[in-house]
């Protein structure tokens, strides 16, 4: 099963090494994985997205707590959670795909944010799915590059994760 | 006071009552260096390899209960103590390894001697850091030392740019720490005890499985004490050998891979097993799925949350520290009105003591041939039971452990979990730093012994009277043991050609060396190395068997009641 696993962790050099070497070393799958410094510079917040069954979660969550430099580890799929990543797409925009990509953009509320007279970029924010349903809408062939930041979570309501 | 870098590792480890460092110098610890050679709080053992610096200093820690230190330098001198590092962090020995640096602004540059040590060294220890300040100095070697020793307890390295070492800075030892990030826990759940004292009350086939945490938090005499208020049989790992007394008879013997029959059927037929300090590693339980096809109830003590339902899902996972928990667990028994069945008790043992009936580890000792087996019974006698015994890695290792009787915590020094050949010298020399007028034996093999025969110099600077049991059969023994009966006897590289003459190998080191080729004699050698050469590193060369395996033993991937036992052969 796929999950969220957000993390605190103190903001020192290696701290990133530490934990995506604990992945591979222990052989647990990492689909993104996202990471920066929250409003308190001294912690840095991190946002995994695995997959794996109950027991493999259960182990990543206790070998991440087992990191001396981890604060908190929670498990955001386990109770209600929103999850946005953002995307830019740079499309070719010429002729008669022009209006058509403003007009998928709009459906999509996604924002062109560079243009040229043959490209557009597209900003996107949305859950994976709403990025992958947007790749899919358009016509492949006109996808210059993409690039996703790999998702954030945060919990929903009175669920906070704070030192 | 305004101390440099290099002062300040000094006072830390004065402040830290460290007795010995284990090092070896070289270009960016020289400041460091410098400072131990104006002091005299603590003395330096100079290794004549860094892998057996880290060695020695992970046995005193293992013989002591203290944290073991060590100094090294950078790039090669952190590289070659990587295997000693791992080796300690595999068996959560608690440990300080102080490693040089080339200058902060050198780093990243390729430089003379320069290696990421951080980024070599961050999976094999508990935690290790970078120092790129000298204000942050004092402190950091202070959570390393903080870190070593609480939760499981696990080596940590702390890296020290030389520029670091020659700057000035105030110095505070602090003398507490705290962290927010780091809380090990300490008491268990109370309600998970009061369960496992129900679920313990109830067994009709108790069993106690009890591994090297009870050595490393130092459980021993309550794991005894619960064990013999229970009447329940106990069998140890590799590692929690001495953890229960070994002449005693609720003992089983080890269990595993090379664990005795009535052990292994118990672990295996029990219906309520009690894991306190012990991680179900493959080489114990065998295969998971087929220790899994018995249904039985689990109670799991253990420090580390992450060792519990990890191999194997437990019923009642008790988290915290073995002396406490074990308390707690004895206080609420002792509460109880509860006693075990004795009906089901006593029909418990029977079905035991026809399993110990088997004989598992009877071997035949005739005239001609010395069986290594036999060396280390007689060892085990000349010595009262009473030595330190460290050995290497292989046959040599389970006969060890099979074959003397431990009877003490801390007594029994090998590495266990990475398995590291060449541990035994360097181990022995720490064990009797740590216990200077202990009987240290080491039991070895020609193949191990010479992963770090340079040690024998070191041992002859220090006067170090160790006793080298080598078990010489002229093959890797397991090696050769594993071909014999899984690779249809193609002995690929197992034989070892051209070994030294070990008795002028000791005499050219300054010590005393000994060939023994014939059973008759291997008492008698034994007996004058003790006694005669008490003082003296005698260095003890028995030609043994050739062809002696080790029994019983579970195949890898096989079930732990699917044993090969001698007598099948």
Known sequence: MRHIISILIENEAGALSRVSGLFSARAFNIESLTVAPTEDASLSRMTIVSTGSDDVIEQITKQLNKLIDVVKVVDLSEAAHIERELMLVKVRAAGKDREEMKRIADIFRGRIIDVTDSTYVIELTGNGSKLDAFLEAIDRSLILETVRTGVSGIGRGDRILKV | MQLTGAEIVIRCLQEEKVEYVFG?????????????????????????????????????????????????????????????????????????????????????????????????????????????????????????????????????????????????????????????????VVKGHSGQIKKAVQMLLEAKRPMIYAGGGVILSDAAEKLVKL??????????????????????????????????????????????????????????????????????????????????????????????????????????????????????????????????????????????????????????????????????????????????????????????GLGTMGVGLPYAM?????????????????????????????????????KIINLNNRYLGMVRQWQQMFHGNRYAESYVDALPDFVKLAEAYGHVGMKIERPADVEPALREAFTKHKNDLVFMDFLTDQTANVYPMVAAGKGLSEMILAEEL
């Open chain 2, 24 to 184: 070896y110098p070289g270009g960016s610890v020289l400041y460091i260096y410098d400072e131990l050679f104006k002091q005299d709080k603590f003395k330096h053992v100079l290794v004549r390899h860094e892998q057996a610096a880290v060695h020695a200093a992970d046995a005193y820690s293992r013989s002591s209960n203290k944290i073991g230190v060590c100094l090294v330098t950078s790039g090669p001198g952190v590289t070659n103590a990587v295997t000693g590092i791992a080796t300690a962090h595999m068996d959560s020995i608690p440990m300080v390894i102080i490693s040089g640096q080339v200058p902060t602004a050198y780093i990243g540059q390729d430089a003379f001697q320069e290696c990421d040590t951080v980024g070599i060294t961050r999976p094999c220890v508990k935690h290790n850091f970078l120092v790129k300040d000298v204000r942050d100095l004092a402190v950091t070697l202070k959570k390393a030392f903080y870190i070593a020793k609480t939760g499981r307890p696990g080596p940590v390295l702390v890296d020290i740019p030389k520029d670091i070492t020659n700057q000035k800075c105030e110095f505070e030892y602090p003398k507490t720490i705290t962290m927010r990030s780091y809380n090990p």
């Open chain 2, 227 to 416: 064990a013999r208020s229970l009447g329940y049989p106990v069998t140890n790992t590799l590692m929690g050998l001495g953890g229960y007394p070994a002449t005693d008879k609720q003992w089983l013997g080890m269990l595993g891979m090379h664990g005795t029959y009535e052990a292994n059927m118990a672990m295996q037929n029990c219906d309520v097993l009690i894991a306190v300090g012990a991680r179900f590693d493959d080489r114990v339980i065998g295969n998971p799925a087929h220790f899994a096809e018995v249904s039985r109830k689990i109670i799991h003590i253990d420090v580390d949350p992450s060792s519990i339902s990890k191999r194997v899902k437990v019923d009642v996972p008790i988290v915290g520290n073995l002396p406490d928990v074990l308390d707690e667990l004895q206080k609420l028994l002792e509460a109880s009105a509860g006693v075990p069945d004795p009906k089901a008790l006593a029909a418990w043992w029977k079905q035991i003591d026809e399993w110990r009936g088997k004989k598992s580890l009877k071997y035949k000792q005739g005239k001609e041939i010395i069986m290594p087996q036999y060396v280390v019974e007689k060892l085990y006698e000349v010595t009262g039971g009473d030595a330190f015994i460290t050995s290497d890695v292989g046959q040599h290792q389970m006969w060890a452990a099979q074959y003397y009787k431990f009877d003490k915590p801390r007594r029994w020094i090998n590495s266990g």
């Open chain 2, 430 to 466: 720490g064990v009797r730093f740590a216990n200077p007028k202990a009987t240290v034996a080491c039991i070895t093999g020609e193949g191990s012994i010479q992963m770090n025969i340079q040690e024998l110099s070191t041992a002859k600077q220090f006067r170090l009277p160790i």
